[in-house]
Structure formats: C-alpha cells, structure tokens
C-alpha cells in the first residue's frame, strides 16, 4: 500500500506527498495537463518544443540544469498525446533547491529569441532524425492518420511536419505557455525521505504566490467508431518489408482498459507469449513482432507491428496474425495461461513501486485520470479478470473494420549488367 498525502492551494495547484524513509533521496514530479492533443492541427509539435524550452532558463534562473547537478541531482522530461512530465531526484536535504527551480519555470520562462532560436532548431533536428532519416520513422504519421480522423491523435507528439516548429514565433510560445503552464493545470508530487508538514511548507512558500492561468477547457473532437478497414502501402528505403496493425481500443481510465492491456500481453509479453512462440520460434513467420497498447487518456490503440522472415510475404504475415486472434475470439484461453500473465503482471507493478520517482510519476498520471489511489488498486483490477473478458475484449478489437494496417515495402534496387 502507498499512502500518500493530498492537498490543493488556493492557485490551484494539486500537491501529493509521499514519505519514503527507507531512501535518503527525493524525487519531484510536476505534471503539466496538455499535450499534443491539445495543439491546434496548424502548429502542432509545440508540446514538444515546451519540453525543450522548459530548460531554456526562466524568469530568475538562467541555467535550470546547474543547480540540480550541484546539488547531486538529475532531473528529465517526457512529453506524449496527453501530458507533459518534468522531474527530478536528488538527496532529499536539498528538496527546497528543485521546489524553487520549478516554481521559476512554473512562474515565467524566459522569453529569450536567442532560446527560442536554440530549441526549434533542436526540435526540427530532431524530427528529421527521428523521421524523416530513420527507417519506418515515419511510420506513425502513417498509421495514426489512417486510424484517426478528428480526434487530435492523428498527429504524434513529434508533430506532423518540422515547418510548424520552424515557424514558431514568440507570442505563439508565450500564449502557449500562458494557457497551460500554470498552477491550476498541474499536479506536483513529492517521493522521498521527507516530512509531510515540513514539505507543505516548502511548497507554499514556493508556489503559492503563482498566479492562476485562463487555461482553455478542453473540448476536443470525438473519433466516431471505425466501421471500415483502413489500408496503406508506403515504399521506402528500407532494410525489409514491415506491417502495422492498429486497432480502436478503450481509454486509460476506462475499467475494459486492464482487459485490453491484459490481451496484449497474451499476444505479445515475452518468449512465452503467443506471437513469439508460435509465430516466431515454431512457424518462423516472422522475424521479429511486437504488440502494446498506447494507453491514451482519451481512446487509445493496439498496436501490431512485425517484419515477416526470409520468403515471407506481408500478406502471409497478415494471415497468420489473424489465426492467432482469431483463436483468441473464438477459443477461451486456458486458465493457467492467464494466471500466468497476471501473475507477471502483479510483479512487474510491485517491481516499479521499489522506486521513488516511478511512485511519484503514476500518483502524478492517477491523480489526472482522477483517482490517485488507483496506483493501489491497479493489481486487484487485473486479477478479477476473467478468460471470458479476455475472449470478449478480443472479439470487441479484432474486427476487420477496426483495423488500419500499413505495409511498409522496402524498395528493390535494380542493378542493369
């Protein structure tokens, strides 16, 4: 059991204390509400450019990177569809030094052109690395506009082209930061050896004087249920051909989440699961194949991807991958196979308790999905799961016009004697 501590300023702010005493380190997670999502589709990626611009300096300090190193620490960030992620952990006697740093940022950012100049510069690189020169990284922008067509998802967090970042100017970032960067759109949680009272403290002094922000209500627009089959092909230079298979699947705070996420792992979790070993190992269909769910607040997918072996077309691959989850719709799976995944399951959450930056992180996400507790309750929530759900959840997502599959076809060069 995590017990926690949870309390509100008057800003808004949300506020999570965890103790910990069997650590002499703290990590501090602050949790901005606003993602890709909410971008508009004619400057997307600017989620992601905050991200960078968040270590640019802010209204008092120059050099957000510095101070944590001298004070023994490490801070990152991670930004997705939903949210944008900061933290840091460091020796729990210099808390106060991390609470003021992201008080600053939280305050202002430094509106520097020279910054800006910086990070999109950073930001453009990055995507044509990642994208436009990686084999299949341009993958997703495939796949998620094929699977979306209103809702926001259909671009990654990456955004769709490197010109929305390019032409970035200054009052976009400051309007951005404005709107989502404020107390009352975030959630702060403490993990560590520290004092609830003490750390309460801390926090007012340093946060309680930030202002509340007009932050928009969120309104976005819902995808419809899919009710047709989506295909692409897309040629490229690549070392092999590769499938995608992607299908609508429940939201994260929806209770059908664990059964869709437990199906996955039936599918794909290891050397025992059902892909590797059937259509790996035993029937060498494929050389290598991969299924996850992205786990979105709003209605995410699951996501099928796989490169077929020597002499193996795409659309025996297809073909093969369809029997298996066809198996899955019509056949209950035996009750020691799902034991099995449960049990895994179970360890590998208890496994990520251990930390104190993985706590702070989940009561963070649990607390915007609505519940923080629900970091308690997650391996109850599996293991009431039946193989009658598992088969219902199947027959639920794997339906021809759920799917949207991309072929990605390597080209040939042809060389003339």
Request: proline residues 5%.
């Amino acid at each position: 059991m995590i017990e926690y501590s949870k309390f509100e300023l008057e800003n808004g702010l949300r506020v999570l204390i965890h103790e910990d005493n069997s650590t002499p380190m703290v990590a501090v997670n602050v949790l901005y509400d606003v993602g890709s999502r909410d971008e508009s589709p004619e400057k997307t990626g600017f989620a992601h450019l905050f991200e960078h611009l968040m270590f640019g300096g802010s209204a008092n300090v120059p050099d957000f990177d510095e101070p944590i190193q001298k004070a023994g620490g490490e801070n990152n960030a991670f930004t997705n569809n939903d949210i944008t992620n900061f933290y840091d952990v460091m020796p729990a006697e210099n808390l106060e030094i991390a609470l003021w740093l992201e008080s600053d940022r939280m305050l202002s950012l430094n509106f520097d052109e020279k910054v800006l100049d910086v990070q999109r510069k950073v930001v453009v690189e990055e995507f044509k690395e990642s994208c436009l020169n990686q084999p299949y990284g341009d993958a997703w922008h495939h796949i998620s506009d094929m699977a979306y067509q209103k809702h926001p998802y259909r671009w990654p967090t990456i955004g769709i082209v490197p010109k929305h970042v390019e032409d970035a100017k200054m009052e976009d970032v400051k309007d951005f930061f404005f709107k989502y960067y404020g107390p009352n759109n975030a959630i702060i949680v403490i993990s560590g050896n520290v004092k609830v009272d003490d750390t309460k403290k801390i926090i007012e002094k340093w946060f309680g004087d930030i202002p509340r922000r007009n932050t928009p209500k969120r309104n976005l627009p819902q995808e419809m249920p899919q009710n047709e089959f989506r295909a692409k092909i897309q040629k490229a230079d690549v070392p092999v051909d590769s499938l995608y298979m992607v299908f609508h699947s429940p939201a994260r705070a929806d209770e059908d989440f664990y059964i869709s996420d437990l199906l996955s792992d039936v599918l794909c979790n290891g050397p025992s699961a059902r892909f590797y070993h059937r259509l790996v190992k035993e029937k060498q269909i494929f050389s290598q194949i991969d299924c996850y769910i992205t786990g979105s607040i709003d209605p995410g997918l699951l996501v099928i991807e796989g490169k077929p072996a020597d002499g193996i077309t795409l659309e025996e691959a297809v073909d093969a991958i369809w029997k298996e989850l066809d198996e899955l719709k019509n056949d209950l799976i035996p009750e020691n196979e799902l034991i099995k995944w449960k049990n895994k399951v179970e360890s590998t959450l208890v496994f990520s308790e251990a930390s104190i930056l993985n706590k702070a992180i989940n009561l963070a996400f649990f607390e915007l999905l609505g519940d923080a507790n629900l970091i308690n309750e997650e391996v109850g929530l599996y293991e009431k799961i039946t193989r009658d759900d598992i088969r219902k959840m199947a027959q639920q997502i794997f339906k021809k016009e759920n799917c949207s599959q991309l072929f990605y076809k390597a080209t040939k060069s042809v060389v003339d004697n």
